[in-house]
């Protein structure tokens, strides 16, 4: 229940190309659902967030589109760049005083140049 | 990264041994995480603090436990090291930053126990 579960664990995309990254989840009580992504040797930065109300979230080339019922969510990266090269985590909570967020295992995505 | 600083940054250590890693904001954020980052796992919770002298475990915190005796430093402790433990450790802070609520993480502390 508490899981989220995020795939593919590696993408591979060209230049200009189209990024996407899939999560899902199984508690219908989390109500916030944040991106964040993580170059080496860094700690993850939060990238987009979007809350259950809504359905797509967009931000620049990154967007957030939410599927409520099928209890799952996705990261698209619009014309994809060498330095989106990162490793992707999603991840879901519940606020309870504060969000204390469960991640996903992580993506690692490489952009050709 | 908000003013949030971890030390050591590199550690290794002895089976056996007892650990701790210090983390340290300057801005007065009340919440404050510890997080292990495992590949195949993600980023898995291990403690928490939400003041001074209140904390509550996480979902891996066996193991672990963590003290703030000040708001600006949130220290996790390794009671007798095991190569489980073996990870890098994330210290977060959580706000609001540009409209949207989440975690600020410092940049890490690598672990090794032999």
């Not at chain 2, 983390?23 to 796992?41: I, K």
């Not at chain 2, 996480?58 to 073996?86: C, H, I, M, W």
Request: charged fraction near 20%; proline fraction near 4%.
């Amino acid at each position: 229940q508490q899981q989220v579960k995020q795939s593919p664990q590696s993408l591979i995309v060209q230049k200009g190309g189209i990024s996407i990254i899939n999560c899902a989840y199984e508690n219908t009580a989390f109500d916030y659902f944040p991106w964040y992504q993580q170059f080496p040797g860094k700690g993850p930065a939060l990238l987009i967030a979007i809350r259950p109300d809504v359905s797509e979230k967009k931000e620049g080339r990154f967007t957030i589109s939410f599927n409520k019922s099928a209890k799952q969510f996705s990261l698209h990266i619009m014309d994809s760049q060498p330095g989106d090269s990162a490793t992707y985590f999603c991840a879901a909570s519940l606020f309870s005083g504060t969000y204390k967020y469960i991640f996903g295992t992580g993506t690692r995505l490489k952009v050709l140049a | 990264d908000a003013g949030i600083t971890q030390s050591p940054r590199h550690k290794v250590t002895e089976t056996g041994t007892p650990v701790t890693l210090r983390c340290h904001q300057t801005e007065n954020h009340r919440y404050m995480y510890w997080y292990r980052q495992d590949p195949g796992h993600g980023l898995r919770l291990i403690h928490y603090s939400y003041g001074v002298k209140d904390t509550d475990k996480g979902e891996v915190s066996d193991g672990y436990s963590v003290s703030r005796s000040k708001t600006e430093d949130f220290l996790l402790t390794l009671e007798s090291a095991t190569s489980s433990q073996t990870s890098v450790y994330f210290c977060a802070i959580s706000e609001w930053a540009g409209g949207s609520y989440g975690y600020t993480f410092g940049s890490g502390t690598r672990l090794t126990v032999v």
